[in-house]
């Protein structure tokens, strides 16, 4: 839970927000695919304008049609993954439909701002520094709330020790005798001290905030686990001002032409294969000759590193390769306007998010399941057996995975590819002829809760 952000005023007497203003994601996402699209105007047919206007349109775009940006990609075989290192085909393919992950960051590619930041450069806030900035607002909401909840708790004892006639002042003694007190304050408190030290802690834990002193010169504190003894923490620029000013002032002498970019974006093989033969927006080049890998070979290849270690060039391709499977999934939401990315942090599959990681979390969460339907699976006991043996799945895992879905908020899908016999792919040149003849089935599983679902 997050608290309201502070406003303080301002020397002309206005109030603005303390925390800094959000970047205008509509508008650097406003594209969901890396495809330059021409826009027609609307057709109106009763409208004789309307029509001049689209037909000018359509013979403009016709005629000189838009110019259809091409990106360079390198495949690593070390890290069976595609590397982009160019920095516009970086920005293009993160901004147009979330595509790869950077190389020195968690998501977005943002190790050249943070770097920049650090050096003096810029005082933007980059998203790594923002999430940063919430947990650690949340962290000392939750801190505060346990010092009012322990204050509470305080009180209420203060008035139970009161209704069985303790007297808690913190200069006198009880009124009440001895053995009364020592009753009393044995049914209060549980942590085996003696009453004389257990009455002195309840009475200064009730007539002293946690930042005030006690009687003795020994400061009270209120915390709840060890994690709150880190709660006061002194940047370097209260402890060692002067290092922090020599190091800001030479950091600041670097000038930002020498600041070279060393991150990369990585995109997994089934987002480089879905530009490369779906769009048709990423050239894969092969860093040995700086030939470009066509589309048949990218297929061969990523299906040769689907497993580790990787297998011959010679050999044929199984039609439940790992890859095939996983590109047909992914192939499947995209072309529905899923985003999709890689979910191995949940312990699944794929995520899926409506619009994008930057607007909102995943709402669905995918795992992939072969499917054996075809005849030829179940046609010799050698068959069936080996069936079996890849679709094994225990209960206790299906459960562990539903169970940590259920607990991030996210809907988990099951989702089943039926495979076809190994005659379907013979020929791995014709792609289009090979993914058709794949079947996509998903099967939303929920988990029942017996106090939240009752009808």
Known sequence: MNTPASVAPTPSGTQQNARQQKPNYKHIHRFP??????????????NPLSVISFL?????????PPRQEIYSAYFDSATSS?????????????????????SLSR???????????????????????????????RREWKLERARKEREAVAQRLK??????????????????????????????????TSPDTQSRDLTQDVNHTPD???????????????????????????????LRTAETTSLTDISQETLVNQEH??????????????????????????????????????CQHSSFPP???????????????????YHHFRSLGWVVRSGVKFGVDYLLYYRGPVFAHAEFAVVIFPSYEHEYWTSTTEQRNSVARKQSRSWWWLHGVNRVQAQVRKTLVLCFVDIPPPSAVANPDDIGALLSRYRVREMIVRRWVPNRTRD
């Open 82 to 102: 595609v590397h982009v290192t160019d920095d516009k085909a970086i920005r293009a393919l993160w901004e147009m439909g979330f595509f790869g992950k950077g």
């Open 33 to 46: 695919l890396p495809v330059t699209v021409q826009e027609l105007p609307p057709l109106i047919p009763h």
């Open 311 to 329: 297998k011959n060039q010679d050999t044929i391709i199984d039609p439940d390769n790992p890859f095939l499977v996983s590109y047909v999934v």
């Open 107 to 137: 998501s977005e590619p943002t190790w050249l701002e943070r770097e920049k930041k650090r050096r003096g450069l810029t005082g933007l806030s980059t998203s790594e520094e923002v999430t940063g900035k919430r947990r650690m607002e």
């Open 265 to 302: 974006l990585q995109l997994s093989n089934e987002e480089t294969f879905f530009l490369v033969y779906g769009l048709g927006m990423v050239h894969v080049f092969d860093r040995s000759d700086g030939s470009i890998i066509l589309a048949n070979r990218l297929l061969k290849l990523f």
């Open 56 to 64: 000018y349109s359509y013979l403009r775009c016709i005629i000189f």
């Open 212 to 242: 005030e002193p006690s009687s003795d010169g020994a400061a009270k504190s209120v915390r709840f686990s060890p994690v709150v003894e880190e709660k006061q923490i002194m940047s370097v620029e209260e402890t060692e001002p002067h």
């Open 159 to 192: 008035e139970e020790a009161a209704a069985r006639g303790i007297a808690v002042d913190t200069n006198s003694s009880p009124s009440t005798s001895g053995n009364d007190v020592d009753g009393a304050l044995n049914d209060v408190t549980m942590d085996g």
